[in-house]
């Protein structure tokens, strides 16, 4: 027995009036997924840890069947084990996002004396930075401002993580994304340590704002990344083993290094990132089923390309998902079936920003239609679901344990 988990991240939406009032997912042709709809078990998840926790990694902490209440601390210390930074438990992760600040009512570019109420979060992508120009500038930025107690380190794009050697974890700090286009004044870090987290990101400005890379992004219409937004913090507390648990090997493969992380804390294996190139859900492919040769469970984690996400083309998203069930679900599963029968959780929840309650689909293949023969992998085919709302974090005792 085979067993996977598809973590379809962000493809849930809501309706738009460019599809007709239908969400992505429901506008798109997605025939794989409509299949594993059929014949498995639909309906609503629910997250133990929903309204307390905020970050990504969240569902795939519950989806691999840890209490988030418990093990899931923020996303910076998942980044953290990802990227293979070592910490301590006594050590707060934060996310390093850099981002694109300007002045009320000014351009990006014009001068900001403070972080204050009067600045605005231009951009929480810094204009989608590559890696390459984004390590350089957390280079920059670690030897100004890395110390014994502060250290900086490159990810990936506008992602990055800064450790806080036996830091204080009470400062409230929020997500860049729920702070786009608007003042962040009442955004920016408070509480126990806020001051220095301030003063980081603040310093960071100054860092930033003359930078060679930034000075070429402005030049050639970019948006600079001329700032760190700390966000996401969190402990590395160590998680029991899920291989050990249920006496199975096991590979995660994602191009989210936050639920790579999440894979690895779990005690999985993990392949290179395929990363998010324009074949990336063919890469990811090939990838899982060399991991299915090796190992007898494989968790998957993929989501659409920054472009999309961040982007405002609903058509492009579309086509995306689209890509997804064709070059990434259909070969999985075609896979699959050739080695005999296997288990399946699919589990879609929302992007970036967004509300929305999460969905999963369970069952055995490769299995034949039931009788829900027009049912789908949607929003509304989820709701519509009469079987009761499950715990997310109850989900792998029915994936791994017989009967």
Request: hydrophobic share 40%.
């Amino acid at each position: 027995m085979k067993y996977l988990i598809l973590h379809a991240g962000g493809l849930a939406g809501h309706a738009q009036d460019a599809l007709g009032g239908r969400t992505p997912l429901q506008a798109a042709a997605t025939p794989h997924l409509d299949r594993l709809a059929r014949i498995g078990e639909l309906g609503l998840v629910a997250n133990p840890a929903e309204g307390n926790r905020h970050g990504g990694g969240l569902n795939g902490t519950a989806i691999l069947g840890y209490d988030p209440k418990k093990y899931y601390q923020g996303p910076g210390p998942l980044e953290a084990a990802s990227l293979g930074v070592s910490v301590t438990e006594q050590d707060v992760v934060y996310r390093c996002t850099m981002v694109t600040v300007k002045p009320e009512g000014g351009k990006v570019g014009a001068d900001i004396k403070k972080l204050s109420a009067h600045v605005v979060l231009d951009d929480a992508t810094a204009g989608l930075i590559d890696t390459d120009e984004a390590r350089e500038l957390i280079e920059a930025i670690n030897e100004q401002l890395g110390s014994e107690t502060m250290q900086f380190y490159p990810g990936t794009g506008h992602r990055h993580v800064m450790v806080w050697m036996k830091g204080k974890p009470r400062a409230v700090c929020v997500d860049p994304q729920s702070v786009r286009g608007r003042l962040i004044g009442d955004a920016l870090p408070t509480g126990d340590g806020a001051d220095i987290l301030r003063e980081l990101m603040e310093t960071s400005h100054v860092i930033l704002r003359d930078h060679p890379i930034n000075k070429e992004r402005l030049a050639s219409g970019k948006n600079p990344a001329n700032c760190i937004w700390l966000w996401g913090e969190g402990r590395a507390i160590p998680w029991p083993s899920l291989t050990e648990r249920f006496h199975v090997t096991g590979a995660v493969v994602a191009s989210s290094d936050v639920h790579r992380g999440v894979g690895l804390c779990a005690g999985l294996d993990a392949s290179d990132s395929p990363g998010l190139g324009d074949e990336h859900f063919k890469a990811m492919t090939a990838t899982v089923l060399d991991e299915f040769a090796k190992k007898d469970f494989v968790y998957v984690h993929a989501s659409l390309s920054d472009e999309v996400v961040h982007g405002s083309d609903v058509n492009a998203t579309v086509q995306a998902i689209e890509e997804f069930d064709r070059d990434l679900v259909g070969p999985i599963l075609e896979g699959l079936a050739k080695k005999g029968p296997y288990r399946f959780l699919a589990l879609c929840d929302h992007g970036e920003g967004m509300q929305g309650q999460a969905f999963a689909v369970f069952g055995e293949g490769p299995g034949k239609d039931g009788a829900a023969g027009g049912r789908r992998f949607t929003e509304s085919d989820a709701q519509a679901s009469k079987a009761p709302v499950r715990d997310a974090s109850k989900f792998v005792i029915k994936l791994f344990v017989k009967g």
